[in-house]
Each structure stands twice: as structure tokens, then as C-alpha cells.
């Protein structure tokens, strides 16, 4: 087995590896809905570790997922719209828990 199928931080083949699943189940993620300049909406989602989860993948299901534009910057989630309670339910099936997302 080659080092590259190992993970470094739990030493479990990357098929076994937990580290993912833990770091999610530790977040508490707030979504909330910003009105910028000429009443645009954007939805905002904090709390999201960009060390532990690969912000830049859970923003591209988003944004297809809700067919809209959107962009990680800031270890923060930012989507064009309104789509605070569809992107709670993709993040809830992407395995973040329920319990630790709030919607503002």
C-alpha cells in the first residue's frame, strides 16, 4: 500500500478514513440572507472549516445543485439568491448534521 492511500491525520486507509465525517458532525453552520446594492439577495453560509472539509467541493454541489452562481471566499460560502432552506437540506445530505445548522 503506497502513502497516498493512507490518511495523514488518522493513519487509516482513505477508504476508512473518518476524519471528514468527525470534522463535520464538530461544525456549527449559520446560513442567513444578505441584501446588497439594488436590493440583490445572497445567501451566506459561515461556519464551514475550510481545513477540515473541502470548502471549494461543497460550494460547487451547491451551486449546481441550486443552479445559481456562488463563490468560498473568506472561509465563507456566498450564493446568488435566496436559497437558505434548499442549501440547508444539501448540506444535511452532504452529512453535516441537522441539529448543528441554523437558518436566520
Do not use: Y
Request: aromatic content about 2%; overall charge positive; hydrophobic content about 35%.
Amino acid at each position: 500500500m503506497s502513502k497516498s492511500q493512507i490518511c495523514p491525520i488518522c493513519g487509516l486507509p482513505k477508504d476508512l478514513c473518518v476524519c471528514q465525517s468527525i470534522a463535520k458532525e464538530q461544525q456549527v453552520i449559520k446560513i442567513k440572507l444578505e441584501t446588497r446594492k439594488w436590493g440583490r439577495e445572497v445567501t451566506i453560509i459561515n461556519g464551514i472549516n475550510d481545513k477540515d472539509v473541502n470548502i471549494h467541493q461543497v460550494v460547487s454541489v451547491l451551486k449546481s445543485r441550486l443552479a445559481c452562481g456562488g463563490t468560498a471566499k473568506e472561509g465563507r460560502i456566498e450564493l446568488q439568491g435566496d436559497h437558505r432552506q434548499r442549501a440547508k437540506e444539501i448540506l444535511i445530505e452532504l452529512g453535516f448534521p441537522k441539529e448543528n445548522i441554523e437558518v436566520e
